[in-house]
């Protein structure tokens, strides 16, 4: 059964930083590519960050880029986001996907930095 479960949302002020986790079981999570994406309301779902199998490979979007940081260890199957300074503009529910020849995404995680 295939499962990509985020875990680590929360209510956070702006400035502040949160570390999202996305445990992954059901495939070969050493083999994906994986990535980050966040949905605001009202807003189309945007792609945050991505990683390469290994984790030699990394993007960002211009949003985030130099805030986020996107790591991963095959050893737990487990990709993150590490998110600093984190703005108002950040919220949004995060989502993690798996590509590798399929398409698999997690429920999500709920942040919100507010004050």
């Known amino acids: 059964q295939v499962q990509l479960v985020e875990s680590g949302g929360a209510l956070v002020q702006p400035g502040g930083s949160l570390r999202l986790s996305c445990a992954a079981s059901?495939?070969?999570?050493?083999?994906?590519?994986m990535q980050w994406y966040r949905q605001a309301p009202g807003k189309e779902r945007e792609l945050v960050a991505g990683?390469?199998?290994?984790?030699?490979?990394?993007s960002y979007g211009m949003s985030v880029k130099g805030r986020f940081t996107i790591s991963r260890d095959n050893a737990k199957n487990t990709v993150y986001l590490q998110m600093n300074t984190l703005k108002p503009e950040d919220t949004a529910v995060y989502y993690c996907?798996?590509?590798?020849?399929?398409?698999?995404w997690g429920q999500g995680t709920q942040v919100t930095v507010s004050s």
């Open positions: 990683i390469s199998s290994d984790g030699s490979y990394t």
């Open positions: 996907r798996a590509i590798g020849g399929f398409a698999y």
């Open positions: 059901g495939f070969p999570f050493s083999s994906c590519f």
